[in-house]
């Protein structure tokens, strides 16, 4: 089956006018696939509205009388929203359930901005949406099925590794090196990732480590004594870099959000917190078992 209007913008129908619809009539998509909207980004594009006015009306259709559901404008709404507007210029389409669903998802797909996880959630409603494949999706992409499949796999990292890729606090290609480890160790290693600004390289080396300990091990083990006028090999990986922080605290900060991890790993932890005149005194129990 085609995806209605893909790979194109679907035309408008000859007749229709800008409309005047009232905000509160007016609701967001459920198939939208942006997730994060940058509130600064909003308020940039609301001065931008207040200035110079909607020059793009946005797109709606009426779900049921009186009722519409946004199909392109999410963020125009939203400034809108900020601006106390009472109504929205708007073209409203006739469409289907399954046709709003397609566009709203298309529309994003085919503008910039969309984390890699947003694109991947975007692909699983079009394929459950329109029954593809995935090598029947890629091709009404225009991609190879292995950059959807890459995409996709995206999908099986933890919570927390998901919501630091749609938040910008760590690249797609992190995310990918974390695949490698299971969820309890996905999100110790997201935590260092943060805390230590960690390369993609760093992360990879890191992953092996607990995928591999035992070559961890041998690494760190004491250099074997070189016979007297032979100097041992250089080492190839490089020193890990640990920014150093005089902010007390950031440093609290960064325990609590270990904690959490923890916590979030399903083990049981306790921390308990001391404000003294001199000193914060913080105490984290762990079970011995």
Same mark, same amino acid.
């Not at 947003?118 to 099925?145: D, V």
């Not at 300990?213 to 100097?231: C, I, R």
């Not at 904690?259 to 306790?270: C, F, S, Y």
């Given at each position: 089956?085609?995806?209605?209007?893909?790979?194109?913008?679907?035309?408008?129908?000859?007749?229709?006018?800008?409309?005047?619809?009232?905000?509160?009539? /007016?609701?967001?998509?459920?198939?939208?696939?942006?997730?994060?909207?940058?509130?600064?980004?909003?308020?940039?594009? @609301?001065?931008?509205?207040?200035?110079?006015?909607?020059?793009?009306?946005?797109?709606? *259709?009426?779900? @049921?009388?009186?009722?519409?559901? /946004?199909?392109?404008?999410?963020?125009?709404?939203? $400034?809108?929203?900020?601006?106390?507007?009472?109504?929205?210029? $708007?073209?409203?389409?006739?469409?289907?359930?399954?046709?709003?669903?397609?566009?709203?998802? /298309?529309?994003?797909?085919?503008?910039?901005?969309?984390?890699?996880?947003?694109?991947?959630? $975007?692909?699983?409603?079009?394929?459950?949406?329109? &029954?593809?494949?995935?090598?029947?999706?890629?091709?009404?992409?225009?991609?190879?099925?292995?950059?959807?499949?890459?995409?996709? *796999?995206?999908?099986?990292?933890?919570?927390?590794?998901?919501?630091?890729?749609?938040?910008?606090?760590?690249?797609?290609?992190?995310?990918?090196?974390?695949?490698?480890?299971?969820?309890?160790?996905?999100?110790?290693?997201?935590?260092?990732?943060?805390?230590?600004?960690?390369?993609?390289?760093?992360?990879?080396?890191?992953?092996?480590?607990?995928? &591999?300990?035992?070559?961890?091990?041998?690494? @760190?083990?004491? $250099?074997?004594?070189?016979?007297?006028?032979?100097?041992?090999?250089?080492?190839?990986?490089?020193?890990?870099?640990?920014?150093?922080?005089?902010?007390?605290?950031?440093?609290?900060?960064?325990?609590?959000?270990?904690?959490?991890?923890?916590?979030?790993?399903?083990?049981?932890?306790?921390?308990?917190?001391?404000?003294?005149?001199?000193?914060?005194?913080?105490?984290?129990?762990?079970?011995?078992?």
């Amino acid at each position: 089956m085609a995806l209605p209007f893909f790979g194109r913008k679907k035309e408008l129908t000859p007749g229709l006018s800008v409309q005047e619809i009232p905000l509160t009539a /007016i609701v967001p998509n459920r198939f939208q696939p942006r997730k994060v909207f940058t509130e600064a980004a909003i308020t940039e594009l @609301a001065e931008t509205i207040k200035e110079h006015g909607l020059l793009q009306p946005i797109i709606l *259709r009426e779900y @049921a009388p009186q009722q519409y559901e /946004i199909i392109a404008g999410e963020r125009r709404f939203r $400034a809108m929203q900020q601006l106390q507007m009472a109504k929205a210029p $708007a073209i409203v389409q006739k469409m289907s359930d399954e046709e709003s669903a397609a566009m709203a998802l /298309i529309e994003n797909l085919q503008r910039e901005g969309l984390s890699a996880i947003e694109e991947a959630q $975007a692909y699983t409603a079009l394929m459950e949406l329109n &029954h593809l494949t995935q090598a029947q999706l890629a091709t009404q992409l225009g991609k190879s099925q292995s950059f959807v499949a890459n995409k996709l *796999r995206l999908l099986k990292l933890s919570e927390p590794v998901q919501q630091a890729i749609m938040n910008s606090e760590i690249s797609e290609r992190h995310g990918r090196e974390l695949l490698r480890v299971d969820d309890y160790h996905q999100q110790l290693l997201l935590h260092e990732v943060l805390t230590d600004g960690l390369t993609v390289k760093e992360t990879q080396a890191a992953a092996e480590a607990i995928l &591999h300990p035992e070559l961890a091990s041998a690494e @760190a083990a004491p $250099a074997t004594k070189m016979p007297k006028g032979q100097t041992p090999p250089a080492k190839s990986a490089q020193k890990r870099r640990t920014p150093r922080s005089h902010d007390t605290r950031m440093a609290i900060n960064t325990l609590k959000k270990s904690v959490h991890l923890i916590k979030d790993a399903g083990m049981h932890v306790k921390m308990t917190e001391e404000d003294s005149a001199d000193a914060y005194r913080i105490v984290i129990e762990l079970p011995k078992k």
